[in-house]
Structures are given as structure tokens and as C-alpha cells.
């Protein structure tokens, strides 16, 4: 069975750090393009990070210089480093993995999910 599974989100102050989690299960989800994704309330679904196969990284525009992608093929898991934590980065923040094009602007592409994990900064 393919699955992602996320942990790491929780409740932050501004300015604060958290570490997101994805485990892939049922296949090398790390062999794939990989990206973490997220959604406020009222929102569209927004590209945050993505990782290709050769570990080159994207970003948005909103978290570069705070947010880091990373991951591990031993451990079949993405990561993602949050700091610098503003209020604005408050949503539901999903990893995906899978897709042909492997842009931040194409989420549709990606065919595997994670649950989502809440992320809240405030103070």
C-alpha cells in the first residue's frame, strides 16, 4: 500500500522553528520528486518546497532564506525545516511525492499525499 506519512506540526511562536516529516511506505517515494505544499483556511493550495530526483531544490518566494527541503533515501522520508516562523506560514502543510513535471505552480501532478499536518504561529 503506498502511503505518506507526516508528522511534526504543532503550535509555534513567531519566530520560532519546527521540523516536518513525510515517511514514505509501499515504494521509494524518495526516488520520485518530492514537495511540501500547504493550505490556510479561506486559501488556495500554495507550493511551498519541492526536491527532484538529484536532491535540486525550489522554493516560494515566501520561505526562501527560512525554510529548508531535505531527505533521506535510507529512511524513505522528506523533510522540511521551518524557522524564522511568521504568522503567515500558519495552514495545513502536506507532503506529495510523484510528479512529471516536478514544479511548485503544478500540485495536480503529484499523485501521492500525505494526511496533512497543522502548522500554527502565533503568539
Known amino acids: 500500500q503506498v502511503q505518506l506519512v507526516q508528522s511534526g506540526g504543532e503550535s509555534v511562536q513567531p519566530g520560532g522553528s519546527l521540523r516536518l516529516s513525510c515517511v514514505g511506505s509501499?515504494?521509494?517515494?524518495?526516488?520520485?520528486?518530492m514537495g511540501w505544499f500547504r493550505q490556510a483556511p479561506g486559501k488556495e493550495r500554495e507550493g511551498v518546497a519541492l526536491?527532484?530526483?538529484?536532491?535540486?531544490?525550489t522554493y516560494a518566494d515566501s520561505v526562501k532564506g527560512r525554510f529548508t527541503i531535505t531527505k533521506d533515501t535510507a529512511k524513505n522520508s522528506l523533510y522540511l525545516q521551518m524557522n524564522s516562523l511568521k504568522p503567515e506560514d500558519t495552514a495545513m502543510y502536506y507532503c506529495?511525492?510523484?510528479?512529471?513535471?516536478?514544479?511548485?505552480?503544478?500540485?495536480?501532478?503529484?499523485?501521492?499525499w500525505g494526511q496533512g499536518t497543522q502548522v500554527t504561529v502565533s503568539s
Open positions: 506529495a511525492a510523484d510528479s512529471w513535471r516536478c514544479m511548485l505552480v503544478f500540485p495536480d501532478d503529484f499523485s501521492d
Open positions: 526536491i527532484d530526483v538529484d536532491s535540486n531544490t
Open positions: 509501499g515504494y521509494r517515494a524518495t526516488s520520485y520528486c
